[in-house]
């Protein structure tokens, strides 16, 4: 994981907060929402942002153009640091080097990228490849770190040369129960360690940030949470508007609060102070 800049570096933001719990956010509505919360920080990753925003599975079908596109816009929701996910890169050291530099020049406070084979996946799918260490390595020199397929052993090696060329973090996707997070977390116990807890799915067993923080980990990325209940939020509602049932005004915000959320008041105050 390699550091740019952004509105508070995202190593100060490590030590205030550990483990430093990132919800995903899929649009600009969701990071407000996740910073309206209270979360000192979030991230964007492909699998909910791939979802929402076209409406596909996250398998390497959507690259950096449309990505920056994404990212852009979501972070005009929030003023927060932000962690972005990367995939591999999208391509060799050449393309590792321009896709950092296109997140700098955003103020992206973070990245992560893949050891993964294109075409790359959701991490937390099956059939996954990854390139070979020198490759990774390489790309690492370049910008950042992550690893998993060949099974734990050759994983913890990955990671030792990852730390080596000078990633700052280290994520090691899916770990498949509580042996292997405790596995690594012990193999690198003096770097910053990040693992996925997603929710719905996924094979890491759940457990709380407090959990996750006492067994070393810093960060906890959550992909799924709010896209999934978002998901099954709106289903219900095409489904009662098809079937011509009212707003349960319970389950759903009013204009009020939505435009309280989307910061109208700030708008109408900046019409009132410049207008003739």
Same mark, same amino acid.
């Given at each position: 994981?390699?550091?740019?800049? *952004?509105?508070?570096?995202?190593? +100060?933001?490590?030590?205030?907060?550990?483990?430093?719990?990132?919800?995903?956010?899929?649009?600009?509505?969701?990071?407000?929402?996740? %910073?309206?919360?209270?979360?000192?920080?979030?991230?964007?990753? *492909?699998?909910?942002?791939? &979802?929402?925003?076209?409406?596909?599975?996250?398998? #390497?079908?959507?690259?950096? &153009?449309? /990505?920056? @596109?994404?990212?852009? #816009?979501?972070?005009?929701g929030s003023s927060l640091p932000v962690l972005v996910d990367l995939d591999d890169?999208? *391509?060799?050291?050449?393309?590792?080097?321009?896709?950092?530099?296109?997140?700098?020049? $955003?103020?992206?406070?973070?990245?992560?990228?893949?050891?993964?084979?294109?075409?790359?996946?959701?991490?937390?799918?099956?059939?996954?490849?990854?390139?070979?260490? %020198?490759?990774?390595?390489?790309?690492?020199? @370049?910008?950042?770190?992550?690893?998993?397929?060949?099974?734990?052993?050759?994983?913890?090696?990955? *990671?030792?040369?990852?730390?080596?060329?000078?990633?700052? +973090?280290?994520?090691?996707?899916?770990?498949? #129960? #509580?042996? %292997?997070?405790?596995?690594? +977390?012990?193999?690198?116990?003096?770097?910053?360690?990040?693992?996925?807890?997603?929710?719905? &799915?996924?094979?890491?067993?759940?457990?709380?940030?407090?959990?996750?923080?006492?067994?070393?980990?810093? $960060?906890?990325?959550?992909?799924?949470?709010?896209?999934?209940?978002?998901?099954?939020?709106?289903?219900?509602?095409?489904?009662?508007?098809?079937?011509? /049932?009212?707003?349960?005004?319970?389950? +759903?915000?009013? /204009?009020?609060?939505?435009?309280?959320?989307?910061?109208?008041?700030?708008?109408?105050?900046?019409?009132?102070?410049?207008?003739?």
């Amino acid at each position: 994981m390699e550091k740019v800049s *952004g509105p508070e570096s995202w190593n +100060a933001v490590l030590q205030k907060h550990r483990p430093l719990v990132l919800p995903a956010a899929h649009d600009a509505l969701s990071a407000r929402l996740i %910073e309206s919360a209270g979360f000192p920080a979030y991230q964007i990753g *492909g699998f909910a942002l791939v &979802g929402a925003r076209y409406g596909q599975p996250d398998i #390497d079908l959507i690259h950096l &153009g449309e /990505r920056r @596109a994404s990212i852009r #816009d979501i972070m005009t929701g929030s003023s927060l640091p932000v962690l972005v996910d990367l995939d591999d890169g999208y *391509g060799d050291v050449k393309n590792v080097t321009f896709a950092v530099r296109c997140m700098e020049a $955003m103020r992206v406070s973070a990245v992560f990228i893949e050891d993964q084979q294109a075409p790359k996946k959701c991490g937390q799918m099956d059939d996954k490849h990854v390139i070979s260490s %020198e490759d990774m390595v390489a790309k690492v020199r @370049a910008a950042a770190a992550a690893l998993e397929p060949e099974g734990m052993r050759k994983a913890l090696k990955r *990671g030792e040369k990852y730390l080596e060329a000078g990633a700052d +973090a280290l994520y090691v996707e899916g770990p498949r #129960d #509580d042996k %292997e997070l405790e596995e690594i +977390a012990k193999a690198f116990g003096g770097a910053a360690l990040v693992t996925t807890m997603m929710e719905g &799915g996924g094979e890491t067993p759940w457990h709380s940030p407090q959990e996750f923080g006492e067994m070393g980990y810093s $960060m906890i990325l959550y992909p799924t949470t709010i896209i999934f209940r978002a998901a099954r939020a709106m289903e219900r509602a095409v489904a009662d508007l098809r079937a011509g /049932r009212r707003l349960d005004t319970k389950e +759903a915000m009013n /204009r009020d609060e939505f435009m309280k959320l989307v910061g109208l008041e700030r708008w109408q105050e900046v019409e009132k102070k410049f207008q003739a």
